[in-house]
């Protein structure tokens, strides 16, 4: 089963039901058929052929999507670039991908024709003037029969590059087998039902945008557009067109839920929620169940490499959980050990801390880093990937992410998760977020440092001494020894916090 046959089974299916949504812009199944269609008779033209990388650099648009489709039925290998990567990032991609096709839109154009590239590729804009070849350009000049390529499931069909919070990104190639298991799990572990909509407002270029627009070619859904997530428009769209499932980062609903016009929309509609990318705090996630009211609502725990590790849907009892194991999983825990020594026999009891690893024979897994022998190594030992996350199985054998190996706080001896602590922090009525690091120190070895986004001015480091002394939840070792006030805490698109940022103090401190 390649992707390039899944969409279109989905198109011959229901024909005529929306299957995507740009502002005032709407496609049936077969109208966007057709529009791949010529897309792909034209990419053909141009010579683009199985295996090749196609370097897609735009944001959640139309053009975005059919690429996306075309590709897929061209055997060719959809490479998405995060915008917003460095320049430096950027051309290590390039590097690393050696794309004979890059697309690129205004946002993108400096960063793409700044790169050195080894062989030149076929440049696409979106807009007039721009590159050899425009988007519409290749649509118009298209027809609607192309010679089809031949792709087995093993093929590859995706490669997505990792965010890189720490070094360069590593591209992580998924096979057609791969993202087709992946969205199977995907819909079965958030109850989706044929028919559903969605809000496409995860970057194509993450691993839980690509679910989103799968699910819904899968279930012959509606995927919304957004460009640019705005909780107002989000909002909006999300009342506008009834849409049914979300599936975003937690930063996404503490922005939607905290937008002061949130009353004004009919959310109704929506009925199934699901978060990944980061953990969720008990606050936040008490706030989705008050006003969003879902009928189901899921904690999804993965990665790029293997999408599903665990899930959970029983957030109401047990707020963080990052639950049991995916439909095609095996996990385990394993004592941690920062310099790669540990094995998979080397299991914790329940209720110990441990690094979390994930079998790679999964049907979900990657196989490897395209062109990284060296971090493959490094990952997938004795056929298990090694998450580098620390976590713990409570005695229903449900799991806890802790936070990761690299980011533990090691104080006197003790070994504190920052997480731990955070989740203390927030529930303070004037704390917005905060995060914890281990900060150097000649007595401890390193003391908890905490940097908080108020939400109350008012808000005095004493009080929030006090309030962490008192807490029955923290064990007074673990108490921050430092507090720094800031404007915002950096994350990257997908939501994970650059901690490197707060270490490098790249970010506004606030003096009351």
Known sequence: ?????????????????????????????????????????????????????????LKNRVETVCLFWAIQKLGAIFTPINLR???????????????????????SRRSVMTAKFH???????????????????????????????????????????????????????????????STIAHIVQNHYEPLESTLGVMPLYHTMGVRSLLAMCILNGKYVLSTD??????????????????????????????????????????????YAGAPMTEALTRKCFQMLNPQHF??????????????????????????????HQQIRVVEADPNGGSSPEDRVPAGQVGEVIVHAGSIEAFKGYWNRPDATRKAIRHNWYFTGDLGFLDEDGDLYIVGRIDEMVISAGENISPMEIEDVLVSHPKVMEAVVLGEEDERW????????????????????????????????FKRPRKYVFIKEIPKSPSGKILRRELRNENFTKIDF
Do not use: W
């Open 119 to 181: 062989q030149r590729p076929v440049f696409i804009g979106l807009e007039n003037d721009q590159g050899d070849l425009t988007y519409r350009e290749l649509v118009g000049r298209g027809t609607t029969c192309f010679e089809s390529t031949a792709c087995n499931d093993e093929d590859i069909a995706v490669m997505l590059y990792t965010s890189g919070t720490t070094g360069y990104p590593k591209g992580v190639p998924r096979s057609h087998k791969n993202e087709y298991a």
């Open 298 to 327: 899921v904690n999804h725990y993965g990665s790029t490499e293997i999408y599903t590790f665990t899930t959970c849907s029983t957030l109401d009892k047990k707020p963080g959980c990052a639950g049991k194991p995916g439909i």
């Open 1 to 57: 089963m390649n992707l390039g046959m899944v969409f279109e089974f989905a198109a011959s299916r229901y024909p005529d039901k929306t299957a995507l949504v740009q502002d005032s812009t709407r496609y049936t199944f077969s109208q966007l058929n057709e529009e791949v269609n010529r897309l792909a008779s034209s990419l053909q033209k141009l010579g683009v052929e199985k295996r090749d990388r196609v370097m897609v650099l």
């Open 85 to 107: 990567l460095s320049p430096e990032n950027t051309q290590y991609c390039i590097d690393d991908a050696e794309p004979k096709i890059v697309v690129y839109e205004g946002i």
């Open 445 to 476: 070895g390193q003391i908890v440092a905490a940097y908080i986004v108020p939400k109350d001015s008012t808000i005095t480091v004493r009080e929030l001494d006090q309030f962490c002394k008192q807490h029955q939840k923290l064990s007074n």
């Open 229 to 274: 997530f705005d909780a107002r428009t989000a909002l909006t769209l999300l009342a506008r067109e009834k849409i049914s499932c979300l599936y975003m980062i937690p930063t996404m609903y503490h922005e939607l839920l905290n937008d002061p016009s949130f009353s004004e929309f009919d959310l109704t509609a929506l009925r199934k929620i699901g």
